[in-house]
């Protein structure tokens, strides 16, 4: 099994591999191992933070990042931890508490480090030098929308979930089912559904992501390991992606045969 290098960390990114998603924004994403900078900005989306749910439902959507950006469930839109802490890092997103008070960027720091909404730190490095190459990131098993899709729990189809929520006819309101609480954040499995930049990209019928995107720490993952990973891509290429000391690198494995000697 051959290990294959696929992209090294942000200070190898060239300018042509950087994808602006929301044409009326000119400025750049952090990279990476970057220091986060206080960014102005005209239109500035706002949020609630729900920590039942571990997300920050959306109230005041502005700008063109939401086409690839949150889930919808009902009338309602939601970000993940790691999606609420990149726009907050880019000025693009001002998250309220319950008693409608600010939370800090260190607030949302201290969230990601505690790793109690579905995303360790080490994932919200590698989601955030992904977008801001231009990818379309997605957590994996979180459908960016319910339409089409059964309503299932996440264990019933394998898929391993802090929580899910899902629509259901209650007086118009979504309900928050709490799922698999003792499941290991940690434990080696697909973090990421990653799409290649596309203007056209519609949540509605996003199509099969480019790969599958799983975080590792300490050892590679071994041989057994990686082809249970793959059964559960279903054809759909599988990368991993590395953080250490905080420089993000992906690599993936190929099959080699090997000639038998004489």
Request: charged residues 25%; proline residues 5%; hydrophobic residues 30%.
């Amino acid at each position: 099994m051959e290990v294959e290098g696929w992209e090294n960390s942000s200070g190898g990114t060239s300018d042509s591999e950087v994808y602006a998603q929301d044409t009326n924004d000119e400025e750049n994403y952090l990279t990476s191992g970057d220091i986060p900078k206080l960014q102005f900005r005209k239109n500035i989306s706002r949020g609630s933070w729900d920590d039942e749910v571990g997300m920050t439902e959306v109230v005041e959507k502005k700008g063109g990042m939401w086409t690839t950006t949150g889930i919808v469930r009902g009338n309602k839109m939601y970000c993940s931890i790691e999606e609420t802490l990149f726009l907050a890092e880019r000025g693009e997103l001002s998250v309220l508490d319950v008693d409608d008070s600010s939370i800090s960027l260190e607030d949302l720091y201290t969230k990601v480090a505690k790793a109690t909404s579905g995303c360790c730190w080490e994932s919200f490095e590698v989601y955030r030098h992904l977008r801001s190459l231009g990818y379309i990131v997605q957590r994996h098993g979180n459908p960016w929308t319910m339409k089409g899709t059964k309503n299932e729990s996440a264990s019933a189809v394998g898929i391993p979930q802090i929580k899910v929520i899902t629509e259901q006819n209650c007086g118009g309101s979504c309900l928050i089912n709490e799922l698999l609480n003792n499941m290991r954040i940690e434990e080696l499995r697909p973090a990421f559904d990653v799409f290649l930049p596309n203007s056209k990209f519609r949540k509605s019928s996003p199509g099969n992501p480019s790969f599958m995107l799983c975080v590792t720490s300490g050892h590679p993952p071994s041989k057994s390991q990686i082809e249970d990973l793959e059964r559960q891509c279903n054809g759909i290429p599988l990368k991993f992606g590395h953080v250490e000391h905080g420089r993000v690198s992906f690599f993936s494995f190929n099959k080699v045969e090997l000639p038998i000697l004489p």
